[in-house]
Structures are given as structure tokens and as C-alpha cells.
């Protein structure tokens, strides 16, 4: 727990895939935004189980926040999540799931992971973690906020996320697996 925040997270994971639900509460005297919401292009919405999964060490990490690009790679449009409006003393639900075998996956796998080859890895235990900042005061007119499913969402450029965001983490999950990790 952070002294702005609480995350709490509940993992499970079976022969179908690993299913996360979470919940923020924002113990700060202010709105925060909170990274959770991911434009999906191909499909024309918000991607419900958009989520990266980092693997290291027979442990997994998902992921929903935004991910800065590797040292060198310059990215003329980087993943920038939408930031979801959490008024002071409110909570943020959401639910991700993702498919068997859990796959290793990045924002910039496309241009990191080029041959698209993975190795099976044992995995012990799953852990959640979340993106957020305080909203910023005195924004810039160009970033206005939308309402989409009755969501309040602020899609701020990744300059501005990388300066403000901060990362919360849940209590990983003892869950044995097998994954699928980049090679």
C-alpha cells in the first residue's frame, strides 16, 4: 500500500487462463488518474483484458500501466493507456483475463521481440501491478477529458505519464503454471 493508495487484487489462475480482479481506492485528498484503460484500434473500443506480463525468475507480473520504450527505440506512436478519473476516497474495479498459456507479452514486443519465439517457464507465483498519478492541475487544453461507458477518461501524451506515474502493487498469488516466455 502506498500512503496515496490501496490495491487490492485477487488471482486465480487454471486450465482457462489467469483471471485478475482488482480494486483501487484512492486515499488521497485529490482525483487521481488510474492507467487501466487501453484503446484497442483493431477492434474500435477499450480493450477489457489489455494487460503486459513480465516474467522473471519464476514469477509473474501483470501489468496495466504504461511501459516506456526501451533505452534507443524512438517510437513515433507510443501505447499510452487512458487515465481513469478515481475521485477522492473512491474506488476503481476492474477485471482482466487472460488466456492459457500466460504469455510473456510488452508494449514494444514488436520491435524487441522480432522472432516471436517462446520457451515454456514454470511459474509459482502471479502478482498484479497498476499504474497511476495524481491528476495534474492546470492541464493544457488539449487534454480534455471523455466519457466513455460512464467512465470519466484522460488520454494524456506519454511525456507527461512518464513525469507523473506511479506504480501499485498487490500481493502476488501463489499459482503454479506453466507460461510462455520471450526468447
Keep these: 500500500m502506498n ?81 481513469r478519473e478515481v475521485a477522492p476516497g473512491a474506488k476503481a474495479e476492474g477485471t482482466i483475463a487472460l488466456a492459457a498459456p500466460l504469455t510473456e507479452r ?19 507465483a502471479i502478482g498484479f501491478a497498476l499504474g497511476y498519478a495524481p491528476k495534474p492541475a492546470n492541464l493544457a487544453p488539449a487534454f480534455q477529458p471523455v466519457e466513455l461507458n460512464g467512465e470519466k477518461l484522460l488520454l494524456l501524451d506519454r ?7 506511479k506504480t501499485a502493487t498487490g500481493e502476488p498469488a501463489a499459482v503454479p503454471l506453466t507460461a510462455k516466455v520471450k526468447q
Design 106 to 124: 510488452g508494449a514494444y514486443d514488436s520491435f524487441t521481440h522480432t522472432s516471436k519465439q517462446f520457451a515454456d517457464a514454470p511459474v509459482s
Design 3 to 83: 500512503g496515496d493508495v490501496q490495491l487490492e487484487s485477487k488471482i486465480e489462475a487454471g486450465e482457462g487462463g489467469v483471471k485478475i480482479a482488482y480494486t483501487l481506492t484512492n486515499l488521497s485528498g485529490g482525483p487521481i488518474l488510474v492507467f487501466d484503460r487501453m484503446w484497442d484500434n483493431e477492434k474500435g473500443a477499450i480493450d477489457p483484458n489489455w494487460a503486459y506480463v513480465e516474467i522473471r525468475g519464476g514469477r509473474a507480473l501483470v501489468k496495466r500501466m504504461m511501459e516506456n520504450p526501451p533505452q534507443g527505440l524512438r517510437v513515433s506512436e507510443p501505447k499510452v493507456p487512458y487515465g
Design 159 to 165: 511525456a507527461h505519464v512518464a513525469t507523473i506515474q
